[in-house]
C-alpha cells in the first residue's frame, strides 16, 4: 500500500528501548524498561488481545458456519495462524509508536500507518459504510437482550460457549460471532467483559460486510496505544496483534522462508515467529540499528525482496535438512523401542498360553458357551453393545464357565473370601455379584467392563486391582472421570466443580515430552483436546487441580495438589523416596501446568486480570503415610483423590486390599459408564449360574 512504502530516516535517535520479559504467554505481563540518558521508569503490560482463542474457536466451527464467516467479510481471519502476543516485543513496538501521525520508527526506519496498513496485515477491508445505528431503539434493545440471553453482563466464555453449541446459522449467530471477533482480535477492550454497542449497526452477515471494518479497527488500536501511553495503566486494548505481525513481515536478514503470496496473518505462524524473535535476541536485539528492514519505497523492492526470500528459502532448507536427520535418528530409535517391546509382548503372550494349556490338561473339561442362555451348564450372554462404542465381538459374547470353588470358598469363609480378597466386612448383594463376575480369572480378559468416552476398561484393567498388583494407569484415568462427574447423568462433566481431576496419562506424557521434546500444541491438540478436555470445567469457580503423577521408572505414583488459591502445589507421597526422584516427579508436575498454562491461556487472561501463571506455582512436599508395599502407591493416590473430593487434607485410615475391590466395583457401578446396565445383567447370570452349581448353598 502506498501509505506503508514511505519510509523516513530517523536521525539523532538515543539508545533504544529495552525490554525485560516477565512472560510471554498470553496470559503472563511484561515490563518494560525505558533506559534514558540520566533516568528509567518501569512499565507494566498486558495485552486483551487474544489471537490464539479466536484460531482455537473458528477451527471448531462447522463448514456451514464458516461459510456465513466468509460473505460477513471475515474470510482472511478464518486463514489466520494461530499466534501468541509476544509482550516484550509488542511493549517495544507500542513505545516506539507516534500516535500523534500513527508513525512507528523502528531501526531507524519510520513507518507512516493507517487503515489500509491494516488491510494489508489482517485482511479486513472498508465495505464502504460507518457503524451507525440500524433500525430502532426498540430492535437494537431486542438484539441486545438476544446476545446477552438474560445476564447482566457479556464474557468472552459465555459468547465462545454460544457458538460452539449454535446449531442454526441465523442472525444470532452473527452477531455473536462480530462480538467474539472485536473482542479478542480487532478491538478488545481492557476490560474482561464484552460491550454491546457495536449491536446497533449490525443486522445480518450483509450488514457486517458493508462496514468499514478496517478504518475502525486501526483507528481503535491508535486511540488504545494513546489511552495506554497518557492514563499509564497496565492493560492495553487494540489489535496489538497488527502492530506484531507488520514488523514481523518488514524484517530482513533472518533464516525463515515467508509465503508472500500469503497475507500477513496467515504466513507469520506461531513457529515462524518465535524463531525470528530468538534470532533478534541472539543478536543485538529489538533496538539494534544493525537490523535491516524492508524498503518498501524503492523501485528495485521487488528484485530485493525475492534475492532476500530466496536467502531465506535457502537457510531453511538448511535449517530443515538437520532436523530431518535428527527425525530419521529419533525415528529408527523408537522402531527399535516398539520391536523390544512387540518381542516382549509376543513372549508374554506365548507364557501365557503355555500356562492356560498346561492348566486345562488338569482341569475337568469345559463346554463352550452356546447360543441360548443356559446349555449344559454354562450361559451365553447375548449383548451386542456396538450402540456404546465397542465393536461387536463376532455373533456373541462366549465366555468359559467358572470354577465353583470360588464360590463355596466364599461360603465356607461366611462371606469374608471373595476371590482373591480377604475382607473385614460384608458386601451388599450388587457388589457380591459384580466382584465374583470381575475377579473370575477364568473368564475374557478382553471382555470390556467399563466405558468412560475415550476410556475404555476390560477385565483385564480391573485384574489389576487385585491385591499386591500393580494398578492400570487406565483404572486411575477412569476413575479421575467417575470424580469429575460426581452423580450425574451419563457422560455429564460438571462444569462449575470446584476440584479437577486429571488423567495420569498427563504426567507421563510431560515426562516423555522432557525427554524427546515432544511439541506442546501436539500435546495440547491431540491428548487434552480430543481426549480430556471434559476435565477442564469453569476455571473460576475452581479451587483446586488434582493430578496423579507417575515416577519415571513408572513403579511409584504420587498425587500433586494445586491450590489455585494458595497459589502453590502439595506434592503428596507415600513412601520415602530418593530426593532425585522426588525432584523428577516436581519436574513433571511443573510441565504439566506449564501445558495447562498454555492450554487455559484464553480463560486465565480473562479470569484473572493480574495473571496467573501455574508453573509459577510453589511446590511443597507432603509425606502422609509409608505403604507396606510399592504396589499400592497408586491405590494411594487414588485415595487421596477421594479425599480431595470430598474437601478431606488428609487420607482417613483405611485397608488398601479393600479399597481396591471398592475401587473396582465403583467403577462398574458408576451411572457414568455407558455399558453399566449390560454388564450388571451379566453380574446376575453369571452368580445365579455359581449358586446352581453349588448346590445353592448360602452363607
Known amino acids: 500500500m502506498a501509505s506503508t512504502s514511505r519510509l523516513k530516516k530517523r536521525k539523532g535517535t538515543g539508545r533504544m528501548d529495552e525490554i525485560e520479559q516477565l512472560g510471554t504467554g498470553e496470559s503472563g505481563s511484561t515490563r518494560i524498561s525505558l533506559d534514558g540518558s540520566d533516568r528509567q521508569s518501569e512499565r507494566s503490560i498486558q495485552a486483551r488481545c487474544s489471537p490464539t482463542r479466536f484460531v482455537g474457536l473458528c477451527t471448531k466451527l462447522k463448514n456451514e458456519f464458516r461459510m456465513v464467516v466468509r460473505e460477513m ?44 496498513s491494516f488491510e494489508m496485515v489482517m485482511g479486513v477491508k472498508d465495505g464502504g459504510k460507518d457503524f451507525e445505528q440500524e433500525g430502532s431503539l426498540d430492535d437494537v434493545k431486542r438484539r441486545r437482550a438476544a446476545v446477552r440471553d438474560g445476564n447482566a453482563t457479556l464474557s468472552l466464555t ?159 532448507i538448511i535449517k530443515s535438512t538437520s532436523e530431518i536427520q535428527e527425525l530419521k535418528q529419533f525415528v529408527s530409535g523408537l522402531q527399535q523401542c516398539i520391536q523390544e517391546n512387540v518381542k516382549k509382548e509376543i513372549a508374554k503372550v506365548v507364557t501365557d498360553f503355555v500356562e492356560v494349556y498346561e492348566g486345562d490338561q488338569e482341569a475337568p473339561a469345559r463346554e463352550n458357551w452356546g447360543s441360548s442362555s443356559m446349555r449344559n451348564n454354562t450361559i451365553v450372554l447375548d449383548d451386542d453393545e456396538s450402540e456404546s462404542g465397542f465393536q461387536s465381538w463376532s455373533d456373541d459374547i462366549f465366555l468359559q464357565a467358572c470354577p465353583v470353588a470360588i464360590y463355596k470358598d466364599f461360603v465356607n469363609s461366611g462371606g469374608y473370601k471373595i476371590g482373591p480378597f480377604e475382607l473385614t466386612q460384608l458386601l451388599s448383594d450388587t457388589d457380591l455379584r459384580i466382584a465374583m463376575y470381575i475377579f473370575d480369572e477364568t473368564l475374557n480378559e478382553g471382555e470390556p467392563v467399563a466405558e468412560y468416552g475415550a476410556t475404555l476398561l476390560y477385565r483385564s484393567n480391573l485384574l489389576s486391582l487385585k491385591p499386591r498388583a500393580m494398578v492400570s494407569n487406565n483404572v486411575i484415568d477412569a476413575y479421575a472421570k467417575v470424580l469429575n462427574g460426581g452423580e450425574g447423568k451419563p457422560n455429564e462433566i460438571h462444569e462449575n466443580r470446584k476440584c479437577w481431576f486429571l488423567p495420569s496419562l498427563l504426567s507421563i506424557v510431560a515426562s516423555f515430552r522432557k525427554v524427546e521434546g515432544l511439541p506442546e500444541y501436539l500435546v495440547i491438540h491431540k491428548v487434552i483436546e480430543s481426549r480430556w478436555r471434559q476435565c477442564f470445567g469453569n476455571l473460576s469457580k475452581c479451587t483446586k487441580i488434582v493430578i496423579p503423577v507417575l515416577n519415571k521408572n513408572e513403579t511409584h505414583w504420587f498425587t500433586a495438589v494445586v491450590n489455585l488459591r494458595e497459589a502453590n ?108 446396565n449390560s454388564v450388571l445383567e451379566k453380574c446376575s447370570l453369571h452368580f445365579d449360574w455359581l449358586v446352581r452349581e453349588s448346590g445353592g448353598g448360602g452363607c
Not at 478464518?78 to 531501526?107: K, Q, Y
Not at 452473527?174 to 454497542?197: D, K, N
Not at 544493525?290 to 518498501?296: D, G, Q, V
Not at 480473562?606 to 507396606?628: C, D, E, M, W
Request: net charge negative.
Open 73 to 116: 467479510g471475515f474470510s482472511s481471519l478464518l486463514e489466520m495462524s494461530s499466534c501468541t502476543i509476544f509482550r516484550p516485543l509488542v511493549g517495544w513496538l507500542i513505545e516506539n509508536f507516534n500516535v500523534e501521525d500513527a508513525s512507528l520508527c523502528v531501526h531507524g526506519k519510520t513507518f507512516m500507518l493507517d487503515a489500509s
Open 569 to 676: 502445589v502439595e506434592l503428596w507421597d507415600s513412601m520415602a523416596v530418593p530426593p532425585e526422584e522426588l525432584h523428577d516427579a516436581e519436574e513433571t508436575v511443573i510441565e504439566i501446568l506449564r501445558l495447562i498454562d498454555g492450554w487455559q491461556a484464553g480463560d486465565i487472561g480473562t479470569i484473572y486480570p493480574n495473571g496467573l501463571s501455574l508453573q509459577s506455582f510453589k511446590v511443597i512436599h507432603k509425606r502422609y503415610v509409608q505403604v507396606a508395599s510399592i504396589h499400592d502407591s497408586a491405590i494411594y493416590a487414588m485415595k487421596h483423590m477421594w479425599a480431595a473430593r470430598k474437601g478431606l487434607d488428609s487420607i482417613p485410615e483405611f485397608n488398601p486390599e479393600e479399597y481396591r475391590l471398592q475401587v473396582a466395583i465403583e467403577l462398574v457401578l458408576s451411572r457414568l459408564n455407558t455399558v453399566r
Open 158 to 316: 459465555q459468547l465462545e460457549n454460544n457458538l460452539i453449541e449454535a446449531e442454526s446459522v441465523d442472525d444470532l449467530f452473527v452477531t455473536r460471532f462480530v462480538l467474539f471477533t472485536v473482542g479478542t482480535l480487532l478491538m478488545p477492550t481492557t476490560s474482561v467483559y464484552v460491550g454491546t454497542s457495536i449491536v446497533g449497526s449490525i443486522t445480518g452477515s450483509e450488514s457486517v460486510r458493508k462496514k468499514n471494518w478496517a478504518t475502525k479497527s486501526f483507528t481503535y488500536v491508535v486511540d488504545a496505544i494513546r489511552d495506554f501511553k497518557e492514563k499509564k495503566g497496565a492493560f492495553i486494548g487494540g489489535c496489538v496483534l497488527f502492530l506484531q505481525v507488520f514488523y514481523l513481515h518488514h524484517l530482513e536478514g533472518h533464516n525463515q522462508y515467508v509465503d508472500r503470496s500469503l497475507l500477513p496473518i496467515a504466513a507469520w505462524t506461531e513457529k515462524k515467529s518465535k524463531d525470528v524473535i530468538a534470532w533478534i535476541n541472539e543478536g543485538s536485539g529489538f533496538g539494534s540499528e544493525k537490523i535491516r528492514m524492508r524498503e518498501t519505497n524503492n523501485g528495485c523492492y521487488k528484485c530485493q525482496s525475492m534475492q532476500s526470500d530466496m536467502n531465506n528459502m535457502m537457510m531453511e
